[in-house]
């Protein structure tokens, strides 16, 4: 096999043609994996920039940086694009267009033509909001929230909804995607409980994907209908409710989380069981647990409305239904870090990740709950705490896991490796960061700033301070894999097919792989990680 | 490309079915009876849905797969006005 | 001189059992993340590649490790709820007896009124020491009501009725912020909560050009409107008589009854064909656009008056 | 392997996916569509609970005439669908394409009938819109209902133009005999497509026109 991958002129999915239109109309599976890539990457540091400006103006009490329009514009953008435009593609559209098919043993998705047509439907959306909000801006924070979207605000409320509405239907159509491959195109013997887990946590995303996505699509059609048209169907000057509103979308917007953090899970499995040479412990119930996640998570949205005028039994049932949705969670916790016993464990760049992913996503998952105990999020809701609580979630633990795992199958997908001394600096200047910026806002919320404040009361402003160095070092962190990663394109050493000696269908291919994935389909005998740590 | 064929008497008995349901629901929808009105008219609109459903569209030739698919779009909309109402129905104040 | 308070100072009777509770989230969370980091530590040393360790026969999954820990964490969980739970519904259950302030919130301020028609803005002044309920709502868009001190914050809504009842602990000045994002000013839709001892809160009452009190105005209110030329004893239209009527049971022609409270007065003023009293005709007209919530507040204030409920005036008997 | 840089990347044997997985994706998709029309119906659930007089008084204003009507031709276009996919498997393209096109003007007259119905609602000023004036008790409430009936009917009836759409589409390739026996999951697709269309307006038809008439 390794011969195959030494071979750099070997025809490969990069090398088979260059031309523009051999990318922009490929239906390849790969190659759309990296358009999507590239898109994600260009919003990711769009959301930061936005992220580093208002996080300069926190660093004093006053406004002087900027204005207060602009702020909120600011965090409305950084919030529309890190969710829909950055994190919810992140690792599915990217490591998951790549790697599904590779991993199950097959030639393609099983709708190639409908994939490309996700990702154009996800850049016209993504452009979209792009010119939107550069432009004009919006000033509503990615929630939305009415009467103010639809009447009262009078930024571009409309024009932002259609390019996340388009968006959605790219979600769809991915999900949708996944949901048939993964059921009709595994290779022969590759049964259900053979699957890497990583195929598992993408298909329950799939499923939200599919059955949430369309919610939130209506939910802001209607705000947009209510703009355009006067046609309202919250506004509570009709004995409308706003709070219905709030439920639709959190019924979306809660599964959501989850369509952020799942995959995540996938990929840490992925790499925890390659770097400790282990078959995850407790294999079944991981996998259950995805399913488990996916699930009870379409049955906890009200506990964004504990004091949103809901009434309080049924924030008693919500609240009870998040504490649920911990279990299957906490499950996975302590099978990784079970799985680390008796493993033999190298501690390469994806594996920092991995672990740094573990433990933030305990800390960012546990303060989760804190927020859905009623009598305490009464006290912290709206305030810094829930900012804490979910950049600990999706910066600590989401970003974590998608850098990890473009390091992990950045042979793969390249065929080049990356420095791993630089690899594991930025890694850990990330995490040191990450932690500066955060967890001072858990002590501010909990003294009670609220969120989307660009003026605050004076004795916030030591913790401010704190958070916007940390944000700063973060950013260098973030650069950091930019441009090493780029750079390893034209100076890595060639990567052979294996590099990191993980068992997997998609290491059995070179790096990177083919045109047609396999040269032959493979034949599946074996439960997925079978390793054998004792004779490494 | 195979499939299970459906003879067309069935396609024209179905149809006469849900012509027949239609029929009723709109009688039905002139008589008084108080809450039994909606529960009939629901009744009614869910069996017709489903001739459609198992019939027209083949459900009820399909894989098992399918059908939890099928089953999946209304078990979820299910979800989402079951939950929903549990706010409305136990709000004691406001709307 | 830089000093980090990193804990909100505690002012109200429902502020120690949050913290407490807080307290033991953190305890537990404390527990589990060290767990997890030790282990990972641990285990990263041990059996890191290239070091000798006993690696033989790895345990590859076991159901009863993993019941164990799936029911370990269903019984911590149903205490922990339970525990928030219990204080949540004490959160929202006001006492019999309190001082009821009306509050509405618009762009971008607080407006209040005390039951003896005292108006304020960005300011509340309260006694400590003694129940108070807002009864809160919104002219525009969503607000929300938030004092860190007292551990408080419920969202105010256009359309609707929410309240919030606190009983203060220390007297001073708190912060009283908008939680709930409203639009371009948010960040200043703030004020302070000013808690006085009662005798210096009555004076600072009566220090107040109240003139009118929310009933008072209320009544004049329901002659201006013409609401007395029906709801009258004697008037010539047959309409119910208010008197009595906030607190009870009212039956409704569809058969349904529904207590009549506040939300319920204010949806027969602005919408009276929803709800008919049962032996009614349904000609009381809406209201709608020709009052404001404030008010609609008043109005309240005097139907509920004519029920004899100590209501508005009865935090204040108290306090003499 | 040199002649393989062609600038076409047709890979070689991409597996043919059966019927039946094809048909998956396009559940799936339609599961995706019950929540779409579903979030709506939702809200109609919950506001006609909150005024179920207003909304029965409300419902009286829409001709049940037309909605009645269009009901029955709607169920029959979706005979005449199920009919042509049942041509299609037989391989008997006059038949399809002649169920196709009946189908496409029983669509058409569904919407010629809707239109009228909107255009008379318009006159009567039901239209939630700016000019809104509604001669019963509750005007504003009645708003909600009418605000629901337009956007509910109205997104029904932009499905059922890309149904109209997808069909004019087959009914070419029919004609150019691109749709065989052996390849007929175009029909099937937007078959399925259409009864998802149909079954919306079983539920609606009752809940919004047949409400109050007792
Ligand atoms: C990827 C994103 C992500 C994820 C995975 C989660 C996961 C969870 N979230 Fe989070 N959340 C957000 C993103 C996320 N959240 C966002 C973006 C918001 C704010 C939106 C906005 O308003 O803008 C938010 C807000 C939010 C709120 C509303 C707060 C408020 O506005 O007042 C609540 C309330 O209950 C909540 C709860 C939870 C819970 C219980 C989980 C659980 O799934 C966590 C489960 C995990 C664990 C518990 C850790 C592992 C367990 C152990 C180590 C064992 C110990 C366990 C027990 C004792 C049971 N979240
Ligand atoms: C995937 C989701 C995601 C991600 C990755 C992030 C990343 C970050 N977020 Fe994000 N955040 C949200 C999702 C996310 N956020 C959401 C949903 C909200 C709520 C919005 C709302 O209220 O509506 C929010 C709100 C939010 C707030 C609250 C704003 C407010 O309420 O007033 C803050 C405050 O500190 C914050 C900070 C940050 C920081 C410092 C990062 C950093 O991790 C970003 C780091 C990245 C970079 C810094 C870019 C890389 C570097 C460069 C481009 C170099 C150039 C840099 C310089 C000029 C220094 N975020
Ligand atoms: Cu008012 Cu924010
Ligand atoms: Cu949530």
């Given at each position: 096999m390794s011969t195959i991958a030494l071979d750099r002129y070997r025809q490969n999915y990069l090398n088979i043609s260059y031309t523009a239109k051999s990318w922009l109309l490929s239906t390849d599976h790969k190659r759309i994996g990296i358009l999507y890539m590239i898109s994600i990457t260009l919003f990711f540091f769009l959301g930061g920039i936005a992220a580093v400006l208002f996080r300069l103006e926190l660093l004093t009490p006053q406004a002087d940086l900027v204005k207060a329009e602009t702020y909120n514009k600011l965090f409305t953008l950084h919030g529309v694009i890190m969710v829909w435009f950055f994190l919810i593609p992140s690792i599915p559209s990217v490591l998951g267009n790549f790697l599904i098919p590779l991993m199950i043993g097959a030639r393609e998705v099983a709708f190639p033509r409908l994939n490309l047509v996700s990702w154009y439907l996800f850049m016209l959306g993504g452009l979209f909001t792009f010119v939107v909000l550069i432009t004009g801006g919006v000033d509503t924070g990615w929630t939305f929230y009415t009467p103010y979207s639809s009447s009262f605000s009078n930024s571009a409320v409309v024009a932002t909804i259609i390019g996340v509405f388009i968006t959605g239907f790219s979600s769809i159509f991915t999900g949708l995607n996944f949901i048939v491959t993964i059921h009709k195109l595994r290779a022969p013997g590759m049964k259900w409980s053979r699957l890497p887990l990583f195929i598992w946590s993408h298909y329950a995303t799939s499923l939200i994907l599919v059955l949430a996505t369309p919610v939130l699509a209506i939910t802001l059609g209607l705000i947009a209908i209510e703009r355009v048209f006067?046609?309202?169907?919250?506004?509570p000057a009709l004995g409308g409710d706003p709070v219905l509103f709030e439920h639709f979308f959190w019924f979306y917007s809660h599964p959501a989380v989850y369509i952020m953090i799942l995959p995540g899970m996938g990929v840490t499995s992925e790499i925890i069981a390659a770097f400790t040479r282990r078959r995850i412990f407790g294999y079944t119930f991981v996998a259950m647990a995805s399913l488990a996640i996916a699930i009870i998570g379409f049955l906890v949205w009200g506990h964004h409305i504990f004091v949103g005028g809901q009434s309080a039994y049924a924030s008693a049932v919500f609240s009870g239904l998040s504490y649920m949705v911990a279990i299957p969670s906490a499950v996975k916790v302590f099978n990784w870090t079970a799985t680390l016993y008796k493993g033999s464990i190298s501690f390469d760049t994806p594996m920092l990740y991995a672990l740094g992913f573990i433990w933030l996503f305990t800390i960012g998952g546990l303060t989760g709950l804190f927020v859905a105990s009623l009598a305490i999020d009464v006290h912290v809701h709206d305030t810094y705490f829930v900012i804490a609580h979910f950049h600990y979630i999706m910066v600590g633990a989401s970003v974590m896991a998608y850098l990890g795992g473009i390091h992990y199958w950045w042979p793969k997908l390249s065929g080049r490796m990356y420095p791993e001394g630089w690899g594991r600096a930025a890694a850990l200047l990330i995490f040191f960061g990450f932690n500066l910026t955060f967890f001072p806002q858990f002590l501010l919320g909990y003294m009670g700033m609220p969120r989307r404040y660009h003026v605050y009361a004076e004795e916030f402003q030591v913790l401010n301070v704190m958070s916007t160095a940390g944000a700063s070092i973060l950013a260098v962190g973030y650069l950091l894999p930019l441009a090493y990663l780029l750079w390893s394109l034209r100076t890595g050493s060639i990567a052979i097919a294996s590099p990191w000696g993980a068992s997997g269908l998609e290491w059995q291919t070179g790096s990177p792989p083919p045109m047609e994935n396999f040269e032959e389909i493979p034949i599946v005998t074996e439960e997925a990680y079978t390793y054998r740590p004792e004779s490494s | 490309m195979s499939s299970h064929i459906t003879p067309r008497r069935t396609y024209i008995f179905v149809y006469l079915a849900l012509l027949i349901l239609l029929g009723g629901t709109i009688g039905v929808a002139y008589v008084d009876l108080g809450i039994w009105n909606t529960v009939a008219a629901i009744t009614i609109a869910v069996v017709k849905a489903l001739l459609v459903v198992l019939f027209f569209m083949h459900v009820k030739y399909s894989s098992n797969l399918t059908r939890v698919y099928v089953l999946a779009g209304f078990l979820w909309l299910a979800l989402l006005i079951g939950l929903t109402l549990t706010d409305y129905l136990t709000r004691t104040s406001g709307f | 001189m830089v000093d980090l308070p990193i804990f909100p100072i505690e002012a109200s009777t429902i502020a120690i059992h949050v913290d407490l509770l807080l307290t033991g989230l953190v305890a537990i969370s404390t527990v589990f993340t060290l767990i997890v980091l030790v282990l990972m530590v641990y285990f990263g040393l041990k059996y890191r590649r290239g070091k000798t360790a006993d690696r033989s026969n790895p345990p590859l999954t076991s159901t009863k490790i993993e019941l164990a820990w799936i029911f370990g964490l269903i019984l911590l969980s149903v205490g922990a709820y339970t525990w928030a739970t219990v204080i949540f519904f004490n959160m929202n259950r006001p006492p019999e007896e309190t001082i009821d302030i009306s509050v509405v919130g618009l762009q971008w301020m607080w407006k209040f009124q005390h039951a003896d028609g005292q108006r304020e803005i960005n300011e509340l002044h309260v006694p400590v020491g003694y129940p108070v309920r807002l009864v809160m709502t919104s002219q525009d868009v969503i607000h929300s009501f938030f004092v860190p001190a007292f551990r408080l914050k419920n969202d105010v809504i256009p359309g609707r009725y929410t309240e919030l009842w606190f009983e203060a602990t220390k007297t001073g000045e708190f912060h009283l912020f908008c939680?709930?994002?409203?639009?371009?000013?948010h960040a200043e839709m703030i004020g302070k909560i000013i808690v006085m001892d009662p005798r210096a809160y009555q004076e600072w009452l009566g220090g107040q050009p109240g003139g009118v009190s929310m009933v008072q105005a209320g009544e004049e209110l329901f002659t201006e409107l013409g609401c007395s030329s029906c709801h009258v004893a004697g008037a010539g239209v047959r309409a119910p008589t208010l008197a009595g009527m906030f607190g009870s049971e009212v039956r409704l022609a569809s058969g349904e009854t529904v207590v009549a409270d506040e939300a319920y007065i204010r949806e027969s003023i602005l919408f009276p064909q929803e709800k008919i009293v049962t032996g009614y005709d349904p000609i009381m007209p809406s209201y709608q656009g020709r009052v404001s919530e404030e008010q609609i507040m008043q109005l309240i204030a005097y139907i509920r008056s004519l029920s004899g409920e100590t209501g508005p005036e009865g935090g204040e008997d108290e306090n003499q | 392997m040199a002649e393989a840089r062609a600038p076409t990347l047709d890979r070689p044997e991409l597996p043919e996916l059966d019927q039946e997985s094809i048909s998956l994706g396009m559940w799936i998709f339609l599961a995706s569509e019950v929540m779409f029309f579903g979030a709506l119906f939702a809200a109609y659930i919950i506001y006609r609970n909150a005024y179920p007089q207003v909304f029965a008084e409300a419902s009286r204003h829409l001709n049940v005439w037309i909605g009645g009507v269009n009901t029955g031709l709607l169920l029959t276009s979706s005979l005449t669908v199920a009919l042509a996919v049942n041509a299609a498997q037989l391989g008997k393209r006059k038949l399809l394409i002649a169920f196709l096109l009946l189908t496409i003007v029983l669509g058409l007259i569904f919407l010629g009938l809707k239109g009228l119905e909107y255009s008379q609602e318009f006159e009567e000023n039901l239209f939630p819109g700016r000019n809104f004036i509604y001669p019963g008790p509750e005007p504003e409430k009645a708003r909600l209902f009418f605000s629901l009936y337009f956007t509910m009917t109205g997104l029904h009836a932009l499905h059922m133009l890309a149904g109209l759409l997808t069909f004019s589409i087959i009914v070419l390739l029919a004609w150019r005999k691109k749709i065989t026996q052996e390849n007929y999951i175009s029909v099937e697709l937007a078959g399925l497509f259409w009864h998802f269309v149909d079954i919306v307006w079983i539920f609606l038809f009752p809940l919004l026109y047949l409400i109050g008439r007792t």
């Amino acid at each position: 096999m390794s011969t195959i991958a030494l071979d750099r002129y070997r025809q490969n999915y990069l090398n088979i043609s260059y031309t523009a239109k051999s990318w922009l109309l490929s239906t390849d599976h790969k190659r759309i994996g990296i358009l999507y890539m590239i898109s994600i990457t260009l919003f990711f540091f769009l959301g930061g920039i936005a992220a580093v400006l208002f996080r300069l103006e926190l660093l004093t009490p006053q406004a002087d940086l900027v204005k207060a329009e602009t702020y909120n514009k600011l965090f409305t953008l950084h919030g529309v694009i890190m969710v829909w435009f950055f994190l919810i593609p992140s690792i599915p559209s990217v490591l998951g267009n790549f790697l599904i098919p590779l991993m199950i043993g097959a030639r393609e998705v099983a709708f190639p033509r409908l994939n490309l047509v996700s990702w154009y439907l996800f850049m016209l959306g993504g452009l979209f909001t792009f010119v939107v909000l550069i432009t004009g801006g919006v000033d509503t924070g990615w929630t939305f929230y009415t009467p103010y979207s639809s009447s009262f605000s009078n930024s571009a409320v409309v024009a932002t909804i259609i390019g996340v509405f388009i968006t959605g239907f790219s979600s769809i159509f991915t999900g949708l995607n996944f949901i048939v491959t993964i059921h009709k195109l595994r290779a022969p013997g590759m049964k259900w409980s053979r699957l890497p887990l990583f195929i598992w946590s993408h298909y329950a995303t799939s499923l939200i994907l599919v059955l949430a996505t369309p919610v939130l699509a209506i939910t802001l059609g209607l705000i947009a209908i209510e703009r355009v048209f006067g046609v309202g169907i919250f506004d509570p000057a009709l004995g409308g409710d706003p709070v219905l509103f709030e439920h639709f979308f959190w019924f979306y917007s809660h599964p959501a989380v989850y369509i952020m953090i799942l995959p995540g899970m996938g990929v840490t499995s992925e790499i925890i069981a390659a770097f400790t040479r282990r078959r995850i412990f407790g294999y079944t119930f991981v996998a259950m647990a995805s399913l488990a996640i996916a699930i009870i998570g379409f049955l906890v949205w009200g506990h964004h409305i504990f004091v949103g005028g809901q009434s309080a039994y049924a924030s008693a049932v919500f609240s009870g239904l998040s504490y649920m949705v911990a279990i299957p969670s906490a499950v996975k916790v302590f099978n990784w870090t079970a799985t680390l016993y008796k493993g033999s464990i190298s501690f390469d760049t994806p594996m920092l990740y991995a672990l740094g992913f573990i433990w933030l996503f305990t800390i960012g998952g546990l303060t989760g709950l804190f927020v859905a105990s009623l009598a305490i999020d009464v006290h912290v809701h709206d305030t810094y705490f829930v900012i804490a609580h979910f950049h600990y979630i999706m910066v600590g633990a989401s970003v974590m896991a998608y850098l990890g795992g473009i390091h992990y199958w950045w042979p793969k997908l390249s065929g080049r490796m990356y420095p791993e001394g630089w690899g594991r600096a930025a890694a850990l200047l990330i995490f040191f960061g990450f932690n500066l910026t955060f967890f001072p806002q858990f002590l501010l919320g909990y003294m009670g700033m609220p969120r989307r404040y660009h003026v605050y009361a004076e004795e916030f402003q030591v913790l401010n301070v704190m958070s916007t160095a940390g944000a700063s070092i973060l950013a260098v962190g973030y650069l950091l894999p930019l441009a090493y990663l780029l750079w390893s394109l034209r100076t890595g050493s060639i990567a052979i097919a294996s590099p990191w000696g993980a068992s997997g269908l998609e290491w059995q291919t070179g790096s990177p792989p083919p045109m047609e994935n396999f040269e032959e389909i493979p034949i599946v005998t074996e439960e997925a990680y079978t390793y054998r740590p004792e004779s490494s | 490309m195979s499939s299970h064929i459906t003879p067309r008497r069935t396609y024209i008995f179905v149809y006469l079915a849900l012509l027949i349901l239609l029929g009723g629901t709109i009688g039905v929808a002139y008589v008084d009876l108080g809450i039994w009105n909606t529960v009939a008219a629901i009744t009614i609109a869910v069996v017709k849905a489903l001739l459609v459903v198992l019939f027209f569209m083949h459900v009820k030739y399909s894989s098992n797969l399918t059908r939890v698919y099928v089953l999946a779009g209304f078990l979820w909309l299910a979800l989402l006005i079951g939950l929903t109402l549990t706010d409305y129905l136990t709000r004691t104040s406001g709307f | 001189m830089v000093d980090l308070p990193i804990f909100p100072i505690e002012a109200s009777t429902i502020a120690i059992h949050v913290d407490l509770l807080l307290t033991g989230l953190v305890a537990i969370s404390t527990v589990f993340t060290l767990i997890v980091l030790v282990l990972m530590v641990y285990f990263g040393l041990k059996y890191r590649r290239g070091k000798t360790a006993d690696r033989s026969n790895p345990p590859l999954t076991s159901t009863k490790i993993e019941l164990a820990w799936i029911f370990g964490l269903i019984l911590l969980s149903v205490g922990a709820y339970t525990w928030a739970t219990v204080i949540f519904f004490n959160m929202n259950r006001p006492p019999e007896e309190t001082i009821d302030i009306s509050v509405v919130g618009l762009q971008w301020m607080w407006k209040f009124q005390h039951a003896d028609g005292q108006r304020e803005i960005n300011e509340l002044h309260v006694p400590v020491g003694y129940p108070v309920r807002l009864v809160m709502t919104s002219q525009d868009v969503i607000h929300s009501f938030f004092v860190p001190a007292f551990r408080l914050k419920n969202d105010v809504i256009p359309g609707r009725y929410t309240e919030l009842w606190f009983e203060a602990t220390k007297t001073g000045e708190f912060h009283l912020f908008c939680a709930e994002y409203c639009g371009t000013n948010h960040a200043e839709m703030i004020g302070k909560i000013i808690v006085m001892d009662p005798r210096a809160y009555q004076e600072w009452l009566g220090g107040q050009p109240g003139g009118v009190s929310m009933v008072q105005a209320g009544e004049e209110l329901f002659t201006e409107l013409g609401c007395s030329s029906c709801h009258v004893a004697g008037a010539g239209v047959r309409a119910p008589t208010l008197a009595g009527m906030f607190g009870s049971e009212v039956r409704l022609a569809s058969g349904e009854t529904v207590v009549a409270d506040e939300a319920y007065i204010r949806e027969s003023i602005l919408f009276p064909q929803e709800k008919i009293v049962t032996g009614y005709d349904p000609i009381m007209p809406s209201y709608q656009g020709r009052v404001s919530e404030e008010q609609i507040m008043q109005l309240i204030a005097y139907i509920r008056s004519l029920s004899g409920e100590t209501g508005p005036e009865g935090g204040e008997d108290e306090n003499q | 392997m040199a002649e393989a840089r062609a600038p076409t990347l047709d890979r070689p044997e991409l597996p043919e996916l059966d019927q039946e997985s094809i048909s998956l994706g396009m559940w799936i998709f339609l599961a995706s569509e019950v929540m779409f029309f579903g979030a709506l119906f939702a809200a109609y659930i919950i506001y006609r609970n909150a005024y179920p007089q207003v909304f029965a008084e409300a419902s009286r204003h829409l001709n049940v005439w037309i909605g009645g009507v269009n009901t029955g031709l709607l169920l029959t276009s979706s005979l005449t669908v199920a009919l042509a996919v049942n041509a299609a498997q037989l391989g008997k393209r006059k038949l399809l394409i002649a169920f196709l096109l009946l189908t496409i003007v029983l669509g058409l007259i569904f919407l010629g009938l809707k239109g009228l119905e909107y255009s008379q609602e318009f006159e009567e000023n039901l239209f939630p819109g700016r000019n809104f004036i509604y001669p019963g008790p509750e005007p504003e409430k009645a708003r909600l209902f009418f605000s629901l009936y337009f956007t509910m009917t109205g997104l029904h009836a932009l499905h059922m133009l890309a149904g109209l759409l997808t069909f004019s589409i087959i009914v070419l390739l029919a004609w150019r005999k691109k749709i065989t026996q052996e390849n007929y999951i175009s029909v099937e697709l937007a078959g399925l497509f259409w009864h998802f269309v149909d079954i919306v307006w079983i539920f609606l038809f009752p809940l919004l026109y047949l409400i109050g008439r007792t």
